[in-house]
C-alpha cells in the first residue's frame, strides 16, 4: 500500500511538474509574439497572458515580471530550449572545441553561431530598442553583450592552442573580430535586408573568418 502510494504521488509530481514546464513555454513563446507586435514597452502582462491562454495571476506567479520573462526569453532563444545547460556545454559548441582542423573549426562554428542567431537575434533587436528608454534593461543588454564576448573568446583560445592564429592577431582581438562580424545585428542586415540566405549567412561567415583568423 505504501508502495503504491509513493508511486502516484511520484507521478502525479512528475505530471505537475511537466505542466508547469509547459505553461512556461506557453508564456515565453506568447511573449515573443506579443513584444514582436507591441514591442517591450507596449507589452503588458495582461496581454501576453490572453496570449498565452492563461491568466495573468499564473503568469505573475511564474515569472514574476516582464523583466523576467525577457529574460528567459533570452536564455531559450540562444539555447533553443529552456532546459538549465550552459550554451559552451551543448553539442555545438563542444563540437567546435573537440575539432583539431583549424578550417574545420571555423566551419562547425559558423554554422552553430547561424543557428543560434536565427533564434535570437530578432529577440536582441527588441531588447536593444527597449535599452533605449528602460535603465533596468540597458543594464541587462550590457551583461548580456559582455557575456557573449566571454563565451566567443573560447573559439580564439582553441585556435591558439592548434597553433593556428594568423600571426599579429592575438585571442582579444581574434574575439572581437568575431563578436562584431558575428553580431545579431549584422545578421538581421544581410538576413532581413539584404536577403541572404541562411546557408549563404554561414558560407561568408566562414570564408571571412577564415580569411581573418587564420594564417
Known amino acids: ?17 511537466t505542466q508547469a514546464n509547459e505553461t512556461r513555454i506557453q508564456i515565453i513563446d506568447a511573449a515573443k ?15 501576453i497572458a490572453q496570449e498565452a491562454g492563461v491568466s495573468s495571476e499564473t503568469v505573475y506567479a511564474v515569472f514574476g515580471n516582464k523583466r523576467t520573462i525577457l ?14 545547460v550552459p550554451l559552451l556545454q551543448r553539442s555545438g559548441p563542444q563540437a567546435v572545441l573537440h575539432e583539431n582542423d ?20 530578432p529577440v536582441l533587436e527588441i ?7 528602460e535603465p533596468d534593461i540597458a543594464d541587462m543588454l550590457k551583461n548580456i553583450l559582455n557575456h557573449r564576448m ?22 582579444i582581438q581574434a574575439t572581437e573580430i ?3 562580424i558575428t553580431s545579431p545585428e549584422v545578421f538581421i542586415l544581410l538576413l532581413r535586408d539584404r536577403g541572404w540566405s541562411k546557408e549563404t549567412y554561414i558560407q561568408w561567415l566562414s570564408d571571412i573568418l577564415i580569411r581573418l583568423l587564420l594564417p
Not at 533570452?74 to 529552456?82: A, E, F, L, T
Not at 531588447?127 to 528608454?133: F, L
Open 178 to 180: 568575431i563578436w562584431v
Open 150 to 171: 566571454k563565451n566567443l573568446g573560447v573559439v580564439p583560445r582553441h585556435l591558439s592552442a592548434l597553433g593556428a592564429l594568423r600571426e599579429g592577431i592575438d585571442e
Open 33 to 47: 509574439k506579443i513584444f514582436s507586435i507591441q514591442g517591450y514597452s507596449g507589452a503588458t502582462i495582461d496581454s
Open 102 to 121: 583549424p578550417v574545420r573549426v571555423i566551419d562547425l562554428f559558423a554554422q552553430d553561431i547561424s543557428t543560434i542567431l536565427e533564434r535570437v537575434a
Open 127 to 133: 531588447t536593444r530598442y527597449a535599452a533605449k528608454t
Open 71 to 84: 529574460t528567459n526569453l533570452i536564455n531559450v532563444s540562444v539555447g533553443g530550449d529552456n532546459q538549465p
Open 1 to 17: 500500500m505504501t508502495e503504491l502510494s509513493t508511486s502516484k504521488r511520484r507521478y502525479n509530481s512528475t505530471r505537475r511538474q
